[in-house]
T-cell receptor, first 112, second 114 residues
């Protein structure tokens, strides 16, 4: 199975804080995704990318930025964190022509 | 926007019985339908998928059925065991030459009671 890692695994910040969530995949996948998971809402796509330097807006992008610095690394940025962004964040990746997405272990974010 | 409806949200079954989860999708261009299992504290993991050129797929006690005309697909778990207790997500993707986005259902919590 594809290897996707995320850091940190847990993060606590205050309202207005600046947070960066990191994701790395080592399977030469072109596509990477950021989701948030909340009870009652399932998995919602925040941003995704087709390759280094590419960014696509997902379904719930407000309050989030993302940057894909390399094929391996995809970052999610919360520049002014709010309590509504308290959630479990998953990164995923998939290969060209292969739509199966492989998920990282998740980052649990608490915004106080 | 595109939605995938998943029912039921909670499913309780007795060990050894079957469990069925149903999903419907809106985008007629969707042609890939994965199912993920998520255990508490873990990430979602792919357990089975089906493409639009198939109507049925089976692997290790899991059966997936696809009805393209009705835009409906379903997961059937035969002979459920306590280890099957988890959250299950269906998803649909529209493949447009490159990797399509996955639109997820809201999930089904399956509880297998001994």
């Amino acid at each position: 199975e594809a290897a996707v890692t995320q850091s940190p695994r847990n993060k606590v910040t205050v309202t207005g804080g600046n947070v960066t969530l990191s994701c790395r995949q080592t399977n030469s996948h072109n596509y990477m995704y950021w989701y948030r998971q909340d009870t009652g809402h399932g998995l919602r796509l925040i941003h995704y990318s087709y390759g280094a330097g590419n960014l696509q807006i997902g379904d719930v992008p407000d309050g989030y930025k993302a940057t894909r610095t390399t094929q391996e690394d995809f970052f999610l940025l919360l520049e002014l964190a709010s309590p509504s962004q308290t959630s479990l964040y998953f990164c995923a990746s998939s290969g060209t022509g292969e739509v199966t997405q492989y998920f990282g272990p998740g980052t649990r974010l608490l915004v106080l | 926007g595109e939605q995938v409806e998943q029912l039921p949200s909670i499913l309780r079954v007795q060990e050894g019985s079957s469990a069925s989860i149903n999903c419907t999708y809106e985008n007629s261009a969707s042609n890939y339908f994965p199912w993920y299992k998520q255990e508490p504290g873990e990430n979602p993991k792919l357990i089975i998928d089906i493409r639009s050129n198939m109507e049925r797929k089976q692997t290790q006690g899991l059966i997936v059925l696809l009805d393209k005309k009705a835009k409906r697909f379903s997961l059937h778990i035969t002979d459920t065991q306590p280890g099957d207790s988890a959250m299950y997500f269906c998803a649909a993707s529209a493949i447009t030459g490159n990797t399509g986005k996955l639109i997820f259902g809201l999930g089904t919590t399956l509880q297998v009671q001994p």
